[in-house]
């Protein structure tokens, strides 16, 4: 049996060699078996420093404390930018810390990988497991807490619920979440496509049914951006591992989304003013108020298709708008655009295409979120110089040559990339990382439920790929009827890559999600507020309907019904 064989089935099973593990670790049989052959009778919990006892060479467990109650966590706000993790402030209830390595090795060039976790087992459980999406190219163990990942939440996190929650860094320690190095070794790229989800899943399984003599009564995936994406190849890859799935701003296609990041990088320089010595500046390619300016006329042109005008774009697919509209007669003003600035815009959001007009990553929809901080970080940025600190500079092009090109070619200048003779490099990584894949007959004959969000104003993964895909998995899987049983997406309007922008990025899917596995309640509408309108609730609606206004008060969700549009 190879390797990736013994540890990347997601069902629980260790592939080991017993005899080999009982006498390393003295222990017996039962506090060995995974948590789907333990039975709850044939094995006493096991306290929480007794489970550094269950290392074997496969699994280093390098801690195995108890936290106790009131303890505050770390705040990373970098990390939460990434993720959308809603910023840790209530402290942690009493639990068990334990933190490892999944397949420690040495791999090419000499550097070490390994599969690292953490897991928090709370004194008080529930009898649930989370398992926690990362965000941007991981490389970094976050901290367990099932934080829901959307920035304006305000719904507590999984662990002070009674889950016990795990995290990983996807199998590559790096320097932050875009350090792509890890791109060069062949298993630390399987392991970040997929194979720690069920490498993970599989640990967390057996050391939570060690602690508690038990396994879960359920499990559940919950991440965005790159933990979005994690959550659907646990659907796809793992369909026996979860019985809820939540999936975030799904990156399904992040190896073409970042060739869009590429794309939009060129629009927009072409619209750029340059330094004295000639070098675009990509920040200043649009002002705050050029910016605001496209918003306003978005605005004007689609938020009343709704039937009512309250700042916010409610009638997603009827919304057409052409930047044309604002092109400045003669010289530039704070009042139009400059042709170069239109071109720019129609260039980025008609998405990326190769030399025959093909498409090479979806389009873009209009959406007066594109105003928001949001956005710029990604699109943008806000250096004043010609080194750029947008987003799609600092992630894209390292992990095209890198990771998403096969072989790697770490020379490569991303900003040359040939959308003819390049995108076919990009075919290898995306098979194994991308989750595209539409058959889910195991996830949902099991009763697996999956629901997605997303924002229609996501700088980073288009609505737009999202929506076409959706369409394939419905035709796919029985048809809408049969389809929306077991699986709902919701678009958010106005907000940006996992939150924030003027939206109402304050709900709880985590909530939705569990109600619907345990108690079979199907989210007909999520409640959504939102600091960016004071006061406001609104039904953000299962795709294809959307929120349409029947009168009443305009503030109020229940003014509004969900209709297909």
């Keep these: 049996m190879t390797r990736g064989a013994t540890r990347r089935n997601g069902t629980g099973r260790a592939g080991r060699s017993l005899p080999l593990v009982l ?212 659907a796809t890859r793992f369909p026996t591992a979860f019985d809820g799935i939540v999936a975030g701003a799904p990156a399904f296609r992040l190896s073409r989304a970042a060739l869009g990041q590429i794309w939009d990088m060129r629009a927009f320089l072409a619209a750029a003013p340059k330094d004295p010595e000639g070098k675009p500046i990509l920040a200043e390619a649009f002002s705050e108020a050029d910016l605001a300016l496209v918003a306003g006329a978005v605005l004007k042109t689609c938020d009343a298709a709704d039937g009512l005008a309250d700042g916010a774009v409610e009638a ?115 098979a194994i990382n991308d989750p595209t894949g539409t058959f889910l007959s195991t996830f949902t004959a099991r009763g697996g439920r999956l629901l997605v969000y997303q924002g229609v104003a996501d700088p980073v993964f288009s609505a737009r790929d999202l929506v076409e895909h959706w369409q394939e998995l419905t035709r796919h899987n029985g048809g809408a009827a049969a389809f929306a049983d077991r699986a709902r997406l919701f678009l958010v309007p106005g907000m940006n890559h996992c939150g924030g922008g003027p939206a109402l990025d304050d709900f709880d899917p985590l909530t939705a999600i569990e109600s619907w596995v345990e108690k079979g309640e199907a989210p007909d509408r999520m409640p959504a507020r939102g600091t960016a309108f004071p006061g406001r609730t609104r039904p953000l609606c299962p795709y294809p309907q959307e929120a349409r206004y029947q009168g009443g008060e305009p503030d109020t969700a229940e003014s509004f019904a969900c209709r297909a549009p």
């Design 23 to 234: 006498g390393l670790t003295g222990l017996s049989l039962p506090a060995l078996l995974s948590p789907v052959l333990l039975s709850p009778a044939s094995a006493a919990p096991l306290a929480c420093g007794d489970l550094a006892r269950l290392a074997r060479p496969d699994l280093r467990i390098s801690r195995a404390e108890a936290i106790p109650a009131g303890t505050l966590p770390a705040d990373n706000p970098g990390r939460a930018a990434l993720t959308g993790a809603a910023r840790a402030k209530a402290a942690m209830p009493a639990h068990c810390l334990v933190e490892g390595t999944i397949d420690p090795r040495v791999g090419a060039g000499g550097v070490e990988y390994g599969i690292g976790f953490q897991l928090r087992l709370p004194e008080a459980w529930s009898g649930r497991f989370l398992f926690q999406g990362g965000g941007g190219l991981d490389g970094v163990v976050g901290e367990a807490l099932g934080a829901i990942p959307v920035s304006g939440a305000t719904a507590p996190p999984a662990l002070l619920r009674g889950y016990a929650v795990a995290s990983t860094d996807s199998g590559h320690r790096g320097r932050d979440n875009a350090d792509a190095s890890f791109g060069l070794d062949q298993q630390a790229r399987i392991d970040f496509a997929y194979g720690a989800v069920g490498a993970v899943a599989r640990e967390a399984k057996g050391l939570i049914a060690a602690r508690y003599g038990r396994a879960p009564a359920h499990a559940y995936f919950m991440g965005c951006s790159n933990g979005g994406r994690s959550a659907l190849t646990a």
């Design 316 to 430: 997603v697919a009827s919304c057409r708008f052409d930047p044309a509209s604002l092109a400045c007669p003669g010289d530039k003003t704070v009042t139009c655009l400059s042709q170069p600035q239109v071109d720019a815009l129609r260039r980025s959001f008609g998405g990326a295409q190769d030399s025959q007009g093909h498409p090479v990553y979806a389009s873009w929809p209009w959406d007066p979120g594109l105003a928001a901080p949001g956005w710029r970080a990604w699109k943008l940025g806000t250096s004043k110089t010609a080194t750029p600190n947008a987003r799609n500079a600092t992630l894209g092009p390292a992990a095209i040559t890198n990771y998403f090109l096969t072989p790697p070619d770490p020379g490569f200048d991303a900003l040359r990339f040939d959308f003819d003779r390049d995108t076919p490099r990009t075919a290898e990584t995306a």
